[in-house]
């Protein structure tokens, strides 16, 4: 018999065993199909195939290009306002110039799972418990403190004063200001202000910045993304759970987000693995791409766009950032 100590512990249990089975899932994917096939159909059969068949005249995007990451494990991708492309994964941080072609690398900085970029060109990494800071040249800036032994960080935003934190372990949106001091706790359930509280499963909690500066967190749990304002006021959500396209599928979606300069937002969820756009109130506009466009299994597509509106995936089953751009109709 053994236990866990904390909530952590059973994320970090959760994230391993989601890899596992999308390791199972691939590697028995070929084996159980054969072996379905030789069964008899069964009309009652729950048949998730049903569910990744997309309808062509919502596919608006096409794949244009593919980055190939040398990295044993990846883990987030961000872009940063003159479209150089962030990837970090291992112990560093891999710079791409906006053709693909790698221009620099922040090394031994131990394991960022999350990244972003702010206008000044300077690099946040979520460093598992603690935010560090380092500059366009790779030089080291800040190292904030840590936000204790249940932290799990697993997104950053940033606007023109604050950065925002996502701490898994915590069920918390951390705000910070750009020196690293700690401000307010945003999306504690409070009946009161009708915050509902956060409910992360696995340890993927994503937060983006609207174009309005309104801050956006994806409660995972409840199938939804919340809006706040940056004083921690709850404003509106979006989503539900389903199985259906325009819905959000699995025990935690959407695992990722981010936001077109127009308002609409990307997402991207794991289960059954889809990159969709949705606009400004939640309704689904188009796929950006379906189930069959990864590995079975696959989990931990971040996301992000640059300058063009180019949608930038990472996946790290195939070691690659995948580059969509919307067809011309």
């Known amino acids: 018999m053994f236990s866990f100590k904390g909530r952590k512990d059973r994320l970090i249990i959760a994230a391993v065993i989601s890899i596992s089975v999308a390791g199972i899932l691939y590697f028995g994917y070929q084996a159980i199909s054969e072996n379905s096939n030789r069964n008899q159909e069964n009309p009652f059969e729950y048949n998730l195939e049903n569910f990744k068949k997309i309808d062509a005249s919502l596919m608006h995007y096409s794949e244009v290009g593919r980055i190939r990451i040398e990295l044993q494990n990846v883990y987030g991708i961000a872009i940063g306002p003159d479209d150089r492309i962030y990837v970090s994964g291992d112990d560093s941080v891999l710079v791409f110039d906006r053709n693909g072609i790698l221009q620099s690398e922040i090394s031994s900085v131990g ?190 597509l971040d996301l992000a766009v640059d300058s063009s509106q180019k949608i930038f995936v990472l996946d790290p089953f195939q070691k690659l950032v995948r580059i969509f751009e919307k067809k011309r109709l």
């Open 111 to 300: 394991t960022a799972r999350c990244l972003t970029v702010d206008g000044n060109q300077d690099v946040y990494l979520g460093m598992e418990d603690h935010v560090e800071v380092y500059d366009r040249d790779g030089e080291k800036k800040a190292n904030w403190e840590s936000l204790g032994e249940e932290a799990i960080i697993t997104s950053i935003a940033v606007s023109k004063n604050s950065v925002f934190v996502a701490d898994a372990g915590n069920l918390i949106v951390w705000k910070f200001d750009k020196s690293g001091n700690r401000l307010i706790r945003i999306g504690e359930k409070n009946d009161a202000k009708d915050i509902p509280g956060f409910i992360i499963p696995s340890p993927f909690f994503d937060v983006a910045i609207d174009p309005d500066g309104f801050l956006w967190a994806a409660n995972t749990g409840r199938h939804s993304l919340e809006n706040y304002t940056h004083d921690g006021n709850f404003r509106t959500s979006w989503g539900e759970f389903g199985m259906d396209m325009e819905k959000f599928c699995g025990c935690c979606n959407p695992s990722h987000f981010t936001i077109l300069e127009e308002g609409s937002f990307v997402t991207s969820e794991k289960g059954i693995a889809r990159v969709k756009v949705s606009n400004r109130l939640g309704e689904l506009v188009s796929v950006v791409a379906g189930p069959d466009q990864f590995i079975e299994g696959t989990v931990g």
